[in-house]
């Protein structure tokens, strides 16, 4: 908290974004090794079909049989290049989204395309989810005009929460919906919930609760404020044993007026 008791100070999000990044950092490592693995493997296979085909090619007459050896290579060869293709995607997808939640915020707002934040989030939580089923029921949203990487981290808090909470797997649910002049985005889990003695709290510096159904410390406050700070407002329902529901509603252009300007600014 600040002295003046209104929220995470600057560096306090400073110091909570780089935590983020170090826990996606890890989880991104773990996550390259498969891709990598599948190249690394690949790359002898390739290396091996090109030998085969040297020694097919070596004298000037291809019989029958070879040139069915042949097309079986080129076929083979093919089928590894696909894979390849996949692998090299997963990469660059994975690296691109962790650059882009790593850059630092601009100071104007612009449009934004929720749903590709939202997509970003997970593919760098897919090591979080990988028992937990992710449905995804989006709606038609214009773009909203807000600070992307700011929106991203109130994304990857609610979403690394939920995962949090179903250690055993479950069902995570992000749906999208344009009401009025508000985008609503809701992230709703089926984990342990929230005692409802607390539920008012959660929103508090530094809350968590027994078992740590809230591991990012400043984590929830943290999204509070950039939500409020973009002229949006939070709510969440949870009951123990049911799940965590939390929505999001930002208002479909900026707010006006000094006093939501970014807190790093």
Do not use: W, Y
């Not at 306090?12 to 996606?24: F, K």
């Not at 994304?155 to 919906?177: E, K, P, S, W, Y």
């Amino acid at each position: 908290m600040n002295e003046a008791g209104l929220g995470p100070t600057a560096r306090e999000i400073t110091q909570a974004r780089l935590a983020t990044l170090g826990m996606l950092v890890a989880g991104i490592a773990h996550e390259l090794n498969t891709p990598l693995g599948a190249l690394n493997s690949n790359h002898h296979v390739i290396e091996r079909a090109l030998l085969k085909l040297g020694e097919i090619l070596e004298d000037e007459v291809v019989t029958p049989d070879e040139l069915d050896e042949v097309r079986r290579v080129v076929r083979a060869t093919e089928s590894v290049l696909r894979t390849n293709g996949i692998a090299v995607e997963r990469m660059v997808n994975l690296v691109r989204n962790l650059r882009n939640f790593g850059r630092p915020t601009t100071s104007e707002p612009r449009p934004v395309d929720l749903h590709e934040g939202i997509e970003g989030t997970l593919a760098l939580l897919g090591h979080e989810l990988k028992e937990i089923e992710v449905v995804r029921d989006f709606g038609e949203l214009p773009l909203v005009v807000c600070h992307p990487n700011r929106i991203n981290q109130v994304f990857m808090n609610l979403v690394h929460n939920a995962a949090q909470a179903m250690h055993d797997g479950g069902v995570l649910t992000i749906r999208t919906r344009a009401e009025g002049d508000h985008a609503r985005v809701r992230v709703a889990d089926t984990g342990r919930g929230i005692p409802r003695d607390v539920i008012e709290e959660i929103f508090e510096p530094g809350f968590t609760t027994k078992g740590e159904r809230i591991g990012m410390g400043l984590g929830l406050a943290i999204t509070l404020q950039i939500v409020h700070q973009h002229g949006g407002e939070i709510s969440v329902e949870s009951e123990p044993g049911r799940g965590t529901t939390f929505d999001v509603d930002l208002p479909l252009r900026p707010p006006a007026g000094p006093a939501r300007k970014e807190a790093s600014e």
